[in-house]
Structure formats: C-alpha cells, structure tokens
C-alpha cells in the first residue's frame, strides 16, 4: 500500500500521513495495527522522498500458513471494497489452496535484508562444519552455497530473504523470525511423577541444528545411570537407550506441523520422558514400525538426516524400539491427541508393576520388530526373554491371549500346542 499517489493517474502528490507519530486513540498506530493481527506478520512503513514528495510504503507480506486476520475477521479485496472472506466461500477454498500448495521450508521467515544481516542471524559456519565443507573466503560465495541449500532466495534489488528451513536449522536466535519464535525447543524436568513442581523449565533459542546435541547431553546429565551386573562386573548403564531418546526427539522435530502453533516440548520426569509435538501424524501410530515413513517437511528432514541427526530410511522407529527391548524397559506410548502426537519412553519398572496396557502394548510391538525384521513370529519364548527369562511361561501366555483380544495380533498358523504357536501382526 502506497500513500503520496494519486489513485487515478498515479501522480506523485505527497501525504502527510506519518505512521510513527499517528496514534489511535492513546495508542500508538503500529502498535494498534500489531495488535489487532493474526498472526502477527512482520509489516513494515517506509519513508521515501521523490522530487520533493513525501511518499509512504506499507510492505505485507503474504499469508504463510492461513489467512491473516484483522481484529478476529479475514478479509478480502474485491473491486475496491474490503468484503469479509467468509461471505465468498468460493474465494476463500481458492486462496486455501494457493496457501497449501506453498512449501513452509521454501517460505521466507525474514524478507529484504542484507548479506550482513544473514551472517549475523544465521549460524553458517556450523553449516559447513556439519556438512563437512570449507568455507569460502568470499562472502559472495558462501551466499552462493546457502542459496543452493535453499536457505536464502534473492530479490530483484540485491536484497535476500532467508527461508523458514534455514531459520529452523541455524538461526542463532528464534526469536529474530516471529513465525518461527514458537517453536523453540522447550525443555522441563520436573521433581516428581506429576507437573506440580518444575525444576528446570528451558527453552533452546537456537535452530535444531544448532541445538538438538546441547537437548541430548541435558538429557544424559540429569537422567541417572543403572548399575547393571553382568557376570563378574558391575556396568553403568543409561536409563534410557540414548538412541531411543535421540531417535524420538529428531522424530518429533521433523514431523511436527509448522502451521500450528506451540514448542515441541520435552518433558523429564522421575519415571519417564514424555515428546510432545505439534500435529497429528500422517500415518496411524499402530503401524509406525512397518508403514513407509510419510514427511511433512522433506527437505528439513532431508537435511538432518544429512547432518547424521535422524534416519531417512524409515528404520530409525525400529531400532529405537529395539533398544528399549535390549534394555528390557516398558514399551513406549505413542498417544495421539486432536492436535498433537505424545511419544512417552518409560524408566525401568519391575515386570510385576506393569499394567495390562504395557503388557499388551510390549507384546505388540515386539510382535511387529520381529515380523518387520525378516518375517520373524512372536512366539511363547520370545515374548518371554523380551520381559525376562524369569517370567512363567502361563503368565507369558495369558499376556499373548490379551493382546489377540485386542485383535493387535492373529495366530499364524504354523504351531503345534499353544506354546509352540506363532504370531504376527494384525496388518501382516
């Protein structure tokens, strides 16, 4: 939008208006206009002269992930009147689906900025320490490489933009792209079973890159070891298999929907770890071991899994879960709710106070680890040394009678005698 134009024959005429000094009622203007937003775009008034005229620009940006809206309406131009967009429902499914189309990674989160201004909001020297390449001594150049990355776009008048997929990786701080500030990774440890009391309540400003080591050596300072003895030694252990955590926590960051609002949150408690992020996943979380994996965000991902961060093969769930048997814990949870996916790894807890959910879950899924690796069967022994050797075989028995209960499991066919039956999963 342009002030200092006349609409008809674009002469130039100059304005008075000031959008620094306009208030609106007590309030200052820009404020107001801020306020009255969402989401709160990134606007911007310019003050520029032209023979001897004073001319005002409004630069929008365009709508990222929904419409933008004004004091809780959206609005839409049509002739040369405002109209609400729910009175145009044609209009309205149109522009939902030029919005769909756009790629969030291909997105600008900043716009028109300088080459200065990428080198101090982006971290690019750890680019080229994790992707193992030297850094050029032009900065010329190294824009020339972020560009090929997409993590920067060129304008017509020498300006850049930076993409949401390098601000998520390596922006130095969130906080510098305002539709990026909630998704700061958010870390709490709390002092008991429950979130009465927050010991620690952190969030990480920097971009997953930049960050997700610093989350996984929080993790491994404030989690405690076991003493695990195995034949004469005595051997210090992780309580939790450190690639479950990392491989849950990359999951959560890779998957989750950047056009709903909230931090992926990691949340440590005396017993468990629950990850929490934002979005519903793309396929049913029963079938996360076998099904091809389906990415919200291929080129985040991409890159990670490039920077030996995630998996790409769709293996990383399967040998999370295999850990968590090696270490003969509690099954995870993956609890999917209206808006967001909950994956709870669970400390080490006694066979006996496990509930009929963690049985039944464990028999699950260690029935799906075995047919997704080489079509192997669940079976009465297997089940078995999974839980622990010590466990009778009836109790073993009544935990796989459960689970068929359940329909998560179906007799396979091929065994003689109940102890001798195989199993496979329901979708096998």
């Not at 309205?92 to 909001?121: G, M, V």
């Not at 920067?152 to 500030?181: C, K």
């Not at 295999?322 to 509690?330: A, D, G, S």
């Given at each position: 939008?342009?002030?200092g134009?006349n609409?008809?024959?674009?002469?130039?005429?100059?304005?008075t208006?000031?959008?620094?000094?306009?208030?609106?009622?007590?309030?200052?203007?820009?404020?107001w206009?801020?306020?009255?937003?969402e989401?709160k775009?990134?606007f911007?008034f310019?003050n520029?002269?032209?023979d001897?005229?004073n001319i005002?620009v409004?630069t929008?940006p365009?709508?990222k992930n929904k419409?933008?809206s004004?004091?809780g309406?959206e609005y839409?131009r049509?002739?040369s009147?405002?109209?609400?967009?729910?009175?145009?429902p044609e209009k309205?499914n149109?522009?939902w689906?030029i919005?769909?189309?756009?790629?969030f990674e291909?997105?600008?989160a900043?716009?028109n900025i300088?080459?200065?201004?990428?080198?101090?909001?982006l971290d690019?020297?750890?680019?080229f320490r994790?992707?193992?390449?030297?850094?050029?001594?032009n900065?010329?150049?190294?824009?020339?490489?972020?560009?090929?990355?997409?993590f920067i776009?060129?304008?017509?008048?020498?300006?850049y933009?930076i993409?949401?997929?390098?601000a998520?990786?390596?922006?130095?701080?969130?906080d510098n792209?305002?539709?990026?500030?909630?998704?700061k990774?958010r870390?709490?440890q709390?002092?008991?079973?429950?979130?009465?009391?927050?010991v620690?309540?952190i969030?990480?400003?920097?971009?997953y890159a930049l960050?997700?080591?610093d989350i996984?050596?929080?993790?491994?300072?404030?989690?405690?070891?076991n003493?695990?003895i195995g034949?004469t030694?005595?051997?210090?252990?992780?309580?939790?298999?450190p690639?479950s955590v990392?491989e849950?926590i990359?999951?959560?960051?890779i998957?989750?929907?950047?056009?709903?609002s909230?931090?992926?949150t990691i949340?440590?408690?005396k017993?468990r770890i629950?990850?929490?992020?934002?979005?519903?996943p793309l396929?049913?979380p029963k079938?996360?071991i076998?099904?091809?994996?389906q990415r919200?965000?291929?080129?985040?991902?991409?890159?990670?899994?490039?920077?030996n961060?995630?998996?790409?093969?769709?293996?990383?769930?399967?040998?999370?879960l295999?850990?968590?048997?090696e270490?003969?814990?509690p099954p995870?949870n993956?609890?999917?709710?209206?808006?967001?996916?909950?994956?709870?790894?669970f400390?080490?807890?006694?066979f006996k106070?496990?509930?009929?959910d963690?049985r039944?879950?464990?028999?699950?899924?260690?029935?799906c680890?075995?047919?997704?690796?080489g079509?192997r069967?669940?079976?009465n022994?297997s089940?078995?040394n999974?839980?622990g050797?010590?466990i009778h075989?009836?109790?073993i028995?009544q935990?796989?009678?459960?689970?068929?209960m359940?329909n998560?499991?179906k007799?396979?066919?091929?065994?003689t005698?109940?102890?001798?039956?195989k199993?496979?999963?329901f979708w096998?």
């Amino acid at each position: 939008m342009i002030w200092g134009i006349n609409d008809p024959d674009k002469r130039l005429i100059g304005t008075t208006f000031d959008p620094q000094t306009k208030k609106t009622g007590n309030q200052d203007y820009i404020l107001w206009l801020q306020q009255l937003l969402e989401p709160k775009i990134d606007f911007r008034f310019s003050n520029i002269t032209i023979d001897g005229n004073n001319i005002v620009v409004l630069t929008i940006p365009f709508a990222k992930n929904k419409p933008t809206s004004f004091s809780g309406i959206e609005y839409i131009r049509i002739g040369s009147a405002n109209k609400k967009l729910l009175d145009f429902p044609e209009k309205e499914n149109k522009l939902w689906s030029i919005i769909n189309r756009s790629i969030f990674e291909t997105i600008p989160a900043l716009e028109n900025i300088s080459i200065d201004e990428i080198f101090l909001l982006l971290d690019y020297i750890k680019y080229f320490r994790l992707t193992k390449k030297e850094i050029p001594g032009n900065p010329s150049e190294i824009i020339k490489l972020l560009m090929s990355e997409g993590f920067i776009s060129e304008n017509m008048d020498t300006s850049y933009n930076i993409t949401n997929l390098a601000a998520i990786l390596f922006a130095n701080n969130l906080d510098n792209f305002s539709i990026l500030s909630s998704k700061k990774i958010r870390f709490i440890q709390y002092d008991g079973y429950n979130k009465l009391h927050a010991v620690r309540d952190i969030y990480f400003n920097k971009g997953y890159a930049l960050a997700f080591e610093d989350i996984i050596n929080t993790i491994a300072m404030l989690v405690p070891n076991n003493e695990i003895i195995g034949g004469t030694l005595r051997i210090n252990q992780q309580t939790y298999p450190p690639e479950s955590v990392r491989e849950f926590i990359a999951n959560a960051l890779i998957h989750q929907d950047f056009s709903i609002s909230g931090n992926p949150t990691i949340e440590l408690y005396k017993d468990r770890i629950e990850i929490t992020n934002t979005g519903i996943p793309l396929i049913d979380p029963k079938r996360f071991i076998d099904e091809p994996p389906q990415r919200r965000n291929e080129k985040l991902c991409a890159f990670m899994y490039r920077i030996n961060i995630c998996e790409n093969r769709g293996s990383g769930i399967d040998r999370a879960l295999q850990k968590v048997e090696e270490y003969q814990l509690p099954p995870p949870n993956f609890l999917q709710k209206t808006n967001n996916m909950v994956v709870t790894i669970f400390a080490p807890k006694p066979f006996k106070d496990m509930d009929k959910d963690d049985r039944i879950r464990a028999c699950y899924q260690h029935a799906c680890l075995l047919y997704a690796n080489g079509g192997r069967k669940l079976t009465n022994a297997s089940l078995r040394n999974r839980f622990g050797n010590n466990i009778h075989a009836a109790t073993i028995s009544q935990i796989i009678g459960h689970t068929l209960m359940e329909n998560l499991i179906k007799n396979s066919e091929d065994g003689t005698g109940r102890k001798n039956t195989k199993y496979i999963p329901f979708w096998a």
